[in-house]
């Protein structure tokens, strides 16, 4: 006898008319690449995650690149990371040059063990790329002793945990710069897209520099990394993740927005008059 086999979707995007509605008001504005709607849309992300500065992307990739770089992470670098994740938490270090060395997971939580990171600690490493899997945080605290104890930087890819919280508080408030992803997957959709997040103003701005191609905010001008404060090289190698924001990007950064596909983002939507109305376009849970 033949059995019916029936596919159950992880998760899928909600697209209505609200969505529809803003997209076309994007594209009616002629600002397809950053712009208000970008600006607004890392204001209210960084509000809804508790951190002081956001800067959009386009793509969880790019914003981990991006804090690797800004770490500077270079050739031959040991970077500790978890073997347990999506490529491009390993990718990121790997493409200055970064060499990943992978601390096992705790088995319980699926997350790197931070006994794992402190025993893969060598002279030579110089930053932690720690995950929260299935958007489970990591251990937060004890892999920042271990950052601060040993002079390392520790980044976080929070690609797949917009929403979560780490000791009561909402992932992205505690400090360490972390990456939210929006591929439509995620709980909320840009398309393709990604935030970083971060407590400090001046990584905020080296991020909105390099995600443009090196022009600092506001300018037109490009300028080598050097002037940046990062890595002497202006390579070609970087441009995946320097590049503008697209005019698709645009279109759906402001659609997503109203595109949560999860009830915890509500009141964000209903505080804001720019998306007044999105709430009524949110999925039935049932
Ligand atoms: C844990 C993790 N890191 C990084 C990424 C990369 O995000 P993006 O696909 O937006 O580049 C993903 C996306 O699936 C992810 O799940």
Partial sequence: MRQEVRGVSLSGPYLGEREEELVLEVMRSGRLS?????????????????????????????????LCISAGIGSGDEVVTTPYSFAATANCFVYE?????????????LNIDPAAVEAAVTPRTKAIVAVDIYGYPCELDALQR????HGL??????????GAEYRGAPLGSHGPACVFAFYP???ITTGEGGLVVTDDEGAAGLMRALRNQGRAPGDTWL???????VSPD????TCHSTAPLSASKAYTLSCSV???????????????DTYKGCASTLPSTG
């Fill in 146 to 149: 271990i950052a601060d104890r």
């Fill in 234 to 237: 202006f390579s070609s190698g």
């Fill in 153 to 162: 930087g520790l980044i976080q890819d929070s690609c797949e945990a917009l």
């Fill in 223 to 229: 300028q080598p990394r050097l002037s940046l404060g």
């Fill in 97 to 109: 040059g970064g060499v990943p060395v992978f601390a096992d997971v705790d088995r319980r939580t």
């Fill in 185 to 187: 997957n995620k709980q």
């Fill in 258 to 272: 109203a595109t949560y596909s999860t009830l915890w983002v509500t009141p964000l939507m209903l505080k804001d």
């Fill in 34 to 66: 950053l712009g208000p709607t970008i600006d607004r849309f890392e204001e209210l992300l960084a509000e809804r995650v508790g951190a002081p500065y956001a800067a959009a992307v386009s793509s969880g990739t790019a914003g981990l690149h991006l």
